[in-house]
Nanobody, 127 residues
């Protein structure tokens, strides 16, 4: 089963930094293309929201509350997407999810296109 896996979340204090990573995992499959799309987050009791997105051409967009503090990037050679989060605030506390379009061969060598989500990594910012 090909899937996205986030890492890098944790508990930090206000003003500190974290870098989230999003990688493709799975066995018996061959990845053809990894098209990173963006990071979303969901705070307790709130709806999931888009935090940052990156287009295939490299254009980035951010929700107003994180502009100037968060940076989304990708390493196409490694099929990894990152979210660098600086100057963290308590309101950034949420579970962060990555999203990407994947194209891969499954174990039967069939081509599979999937809009994939990671399982989420929690970020807690204490005041």
């Amino acid at each position: 089963q090909v899937q996205l896996v986030e890492s890098g979340g944790g508990l930090v204090q206000t003003g500190e930094s974290l870098r989230l990573s999003c990688e493709v995992s799975g066995s018996g499959s061959r990845l053809i293309r990894f098209n990173a799309r963006g990071w979303h987050r969901q705070a307790p009791g709130k709806r999931r929201e888009l935090v940052a997105e990156i287009t295939s051409g490299g254009t980035t967009n951010y929700v107003d509350g994180v502009k100037g503090r968060f940076t989304i990037s990708r390493d196409s050679a490694k099929n990894v997407m990152y979210l660098q989060m600086n100057s963290l605030k308590p309101e950034d506390t949420a579970v962060y999810y990555c999203n990407a379009d994947l194209l891969y061969y499954n174990y039967r060598y069939e081509t599979v296109a999937l809009n994939a989500w990671g399982q989420g990594t929690p970020v807690t910012v204490s005041s």
